[in-house]
């Protein structure tokens, strides 16, 4: 063909090499390897050639891997076989979707046996009308063992612990579960665990009748002044009787540990310190302020007191009513300004 044929055209189109440095084509015609920059303007060199893939695999004409035999397979830009391509999926190794190991992992639980004779009628209405949101079957289990966890408490307190983390796995959003948890974790002396439960529960209900325990747990983690600073952190006067109670000794308790004596005691002077009544909180109330006079030395009126919580627990009948806002006037105690005598 002339060159004149070839006018009119961008560098490149017509005949083999042209518009390409010296050195484009050999004598024969055909097409070197070539190594330059094309010049502006021009085609890509070897249009008409069939690269290969970054794997080695033969590619089409757009550049995306085939087989072998021609027939063009599904990739990604990433070079992974595409979900069309269900073979190449199955060749390929599994991708390792935690590499870093982030995935939670659960520790074993063995669920404690359950003894024949427990219902879940045992447990109190209150927590059965929390339970009604799980299915039928898993109420029935999550109550055996929080009736279960009441029963042990006081006894063996660790295996009770170990019937809360059972119904704790079969019920974690239900408020009595965590808080039954959170009591049996304090109960073994594992703080940091009531004290989590316990914010976990609170979030749930609402309810700020744990904050002694949470004040307690505080303690028990060696954090006094945190104890302190989130007992105050609620109106006490919002909270029930007994509740009010308790957070006095608890604060009473952080005083202590702090070697605040004298606060300790400030901190039980609160109106149900009365000794001419008697609730089913006034034992404890009364031995708490009892032993903080001990440590400040005024032994005689820490006896008044001691024996103060022993006339109301025996006016209360052995602590076996279970009403706490119920007064019990069967005996006239001790007035703070009377004198018991040994």
Excluded at 42 to 54: C, I, M, V
Excluded at 291 to 317: I, K, M, P, T
Aim: proline share 8%.
């Amino acid at each position: 063909m002339s060159d004149a044929g070839n006018r009119g055209k961008r560098p490149g189109e017509g005949r083999p090499g042209a518009g390409r440095p010296s050195g484009g084509s050999d004598r024969s015609g055909t097409s070197r390897p070539y190594k330059g920059k094309p010049a502006e303007g021009s085609r890509p060199p070897f249009r008409d050639s069939k690269p290969a893939s970054r794997d080695g695999r033969p590619a089409s004409r757009d550049g995306k891997p085939s087989d072998r035999d021609g027939e063009k397979r599904l990739w990604t830009r990433g070079g992974a076989p595409a979900r069309g391509d269900r073979d190449a999926r199955e060749r390929e190794t599994p991708e390792d979707r935690d590499p870093f190991g982030t995935r939670s992992v659960r520790s074993r639980h063995d669920d404690p046996v359950i003894p024949d004779d427990v219902e879940p009628g045992e447990l109190d209405r209150v927590a059965r009308n929390e339970l009604k949101t799980l299915s039928k079957d898993n109420a029935e289990g999550v109550a055996k063992h929080l009736v279960m966890a009441a029963r042990l408490i006081e006894s063996d307190p660790a295996l009770a612990h170990q019937h809360a983390v059972s119904a704790a796995r079969r019920a974690g959003r239900i408020g009595v579960v965590r808080e039954t948890l959170a009591i049996t974790a304090y109960a073994v002396g594992d703080f940091a665990l009531a004290l989590r439960e316990l914010r976990t529960h609170r979030r749930i209900t609402g309810s700020n009748d744990q904050l002694p325990m949470m004040v307690d747990s505080e303690r028990g983690l060696g954090r006094p002044e945190k104890g302190l600073e989130l007992g105050r952190s609620v109106p006490r006067a919002s909270l029930p009787v007994p509740v009010q109670v308790e957070l006095a000794i608890a604060m009473s308790g952080a005083r202590l540990d702090l070697g605040q004596t004298d606060a300790a005691l400030v901190e039980l002077q609160i109106p149900q310190l009365d000794p001419t009544k008697a609730f089913s909180w006034s034992p404890a109330l009364f031995d708490a302020y009892a032993a903080v006079l001990e440590d400040l030395g005024r032994a005689a009126e820490a006896e008044e007191w001691f024996q103060r919580s022993d006339v109301a627990l025996e006016a209360l009948g052995e602590g076996d009513d279970d009403d706490e806002d119920m007064i019990v006037v069967e005996e006239e105690l001790p007035g703070p300004d009377d004198h018991v005598d040994d």
